[in-house]
């Protein structure tokens, strides 16, 4: 039985969302979602991830996390791989990554 490898580059998160295939949260915080944002992704804040988590119930389909370049989203990822989501994956490099490969509509910030 192999396990879904824990990362996850853009391209692959950019066809996997355009086929529906995922949930691409966001785990970044409110202010940094305003400046800049990936169009079909959820914000579940790190910061409030005791109340946020209890949203994860509604979702059936794998999920995705990105941040800011991976590193908060990395935690999150592990998280949800120890508590049920055995198939989460992190987005590496973020949504930093995003707007240079995929989307460069996204600012950088």
């Known amino acids: 039985m192999s396990q879904t490898p824990i990362e996850i580059d853009v391209a692959e998160v950019k066809r996997l969302l355009d086929e529906q295939a995922i949930v691409l949260i ?11 944002k990936i169009d079909g992704a959820v914000l579940l804040p790190m910061s409030n991830w005791a109340v ?6 509604q ?27 055995p198939d989460a994956q992190n987005m590496t490099g973020g949504i930093h990554a995003w707007s240079e490969q995929v989307d460069s509509q996204v600012p950088q910030y």
């Open 52 to 57: 946020e988590s209890q949203k994860l119930s």
């Open 59 to 85: 979702f059936d389909r794998r999920l995705v996390v990105h941040c800011h370049h991976g590193g908060r989203s990395l935690r999150v990822t592990r998280w949800l791989r120890e508590n049920g989501f």
């Open 26 to 36: 966001d785990c970044r915080e409110a202010d940094e979602w305003n400046t800049a």
